[in-house]
T-cell receptor
């Protein structure tokens, strides 16, 4: 039972263009959402988060958008850089700092120079 | 600042053998977690701990045991290894209330043959 879904296993984008990674969730109790980035042979690293009281959060080139009615969030990377090539995981929890994050299956982003 | 350190990085076990995956953090985080990631899947929570002496089961605890005798250490024990436990294991830690995500170790790739 995958409560957090990333339906695109991979995405290729030209350097300098926008990358849009999508995530859907099914549990209406989720109120905190995070994106993690993972390079090969490393653990995931926290990238950006958003609380359900907001619909947008920005951090430099990274912006996360949340559409609660659609149970959908997206990560925008502008402009995309080759160093952004990694696997991106969406995660959700039912309360801030909760004991369990539910992770999506990941999207592998390749930024082509 | 080492963050979260996991050992070993790789291990091959025979069916029925036992082993302990080590995890140490130096950030004085109260919360610690063990996740596993199977190919093409998201990370799933095995066990977590909210402080020394306190542990609880996650989504997929069967076949594993944990202990938390100190704030720093959270070892994961496999008693009778099975092929279904072939996976990449990630340890993570966090503060319970800041909500800015977990710090993950670099993972242990375990193969049971």
């Amino acid at each position: 039972d995958q409560q957090v879904k990333q339906n695109s296993p991979s995405l290729s984008v030209q350097e300098g263009r926008i990358s849009i990674l999508n995530c859907d969730y099914t549990n209406s109790m989720f109120d905190y959402f995070l994106w993690y980035k993972k390079y090969p042979a490393e653990g995931p690293t926290f990238l950006i988060s958003i609380s359900s009281i907001k619909d947008k959060n920005e951090d430099g080139r990274f912006t996360v958008f949340l559409n609660k009615s659609a149970k959908h969030l997206s990560l925008h990377i502008v402009p995309s850089q080759p160093g952004d090539s990694a696997v991106y995981f969406c995660a959700a929890s039912a309360q801030t700092g909760a004991n369990n994050l539910f992770f999506g299956t990941g999207t592998r982003l390749t930024v082509i120079p | 600042n080492a963050g979260v350190t996991q050992t070993p990085k790789f291990r091959i076990l025979k069916i029925g053998q036992s082993m302990t995956l080590q995890c140490t953090q130096d950030m004085n985080h109260n919360y610690m977690y063990w996740y596993r990631q199977d190919p093409g899947m998201g990370l799933k929570l095995i066990y977590y701990s909210v402080g020394a002496g306190i542990t609880d089961k996650g989504e997929v605890p069967n076949g594993y045991n944990v202990s938390r005798s100190t704030t720093e250490d959270f070892p994961l024990r496999l008693e009778l290894a099975a092929p279904s436990q072939t996976s990449v294991y990630f340890c993570a830690s966090s503060y319970p209330s800041t909500g800015d995500g977990y710090t993950f170790g670099s993972g242990t790739r375990l193969t049971v043959v």
